[in-house]
């Protein structure tokens, strides 16, 4: 398991992550003698996928293949596009509907790996959330 890039972002506006930290931990912090938050903005998804291939698509890939599984699983379509750009082999760069869950065969520089593009568990939308639920029903005929 590893994440595309390895320190933790904020959401920010109504309602996110980062409103919570302003509006509830901040004034907790002030209170207590704590240092309020200085988690950084989450980049914009492309930038997010810019700066996870060239700032650690080595390590990406070095984590991968020491790992030696025979599975990625990547959630959600920043994921998605950092594996495509890292492998090589046509792995989509986004989710698809009619392809969701299927598995797809990439070159990693000294082996292949199988990839299983899924929703990331915290994005999923109703129509994600079918497409999924009906991915778990195939598995189980």
């Given at each position: ?17 980062g ?37 650690e ?85």
């Amino acid at each position: 398991m590893t994440d595309a890039l390895p320190f933790f972002h904020v959401h920010r506006g109504p309602g996110t992550q980062g409103a919570a930290m302003v509006d509830r931990y901040d004034p907790f912090a002030a209170e207590h003698g704590l240092p309020r938050h200085q988690l950084p903005d989450r980049p914009a998804p492309h930038r997010l996928i810019e700066r996870a291939v060239t700032e650690e698509g080595q390590r990406l890939m070095d984590e991968i293949g020491r790992s030696e599984a025979p599975l990625l699983i990547t959630l959600g379509n920043e994921a998605l596009a950092v594996a495509a750009a890292l492998t090589t082999g046509g792995l989509p760069d986004q989710l698809s509907r009619p392809s969701y869950g299927r598995r797809f065969s990439v070159a990693l520089p000294d082996r292949s790996i199988d990839v299983l593009p899924l929703v990331h568990p915290g994005q999923r939308s109703s129509s994600w959330t079918q497409a999924h639920a009906r991915w778990i029903d195939s598995l189980a005929t």
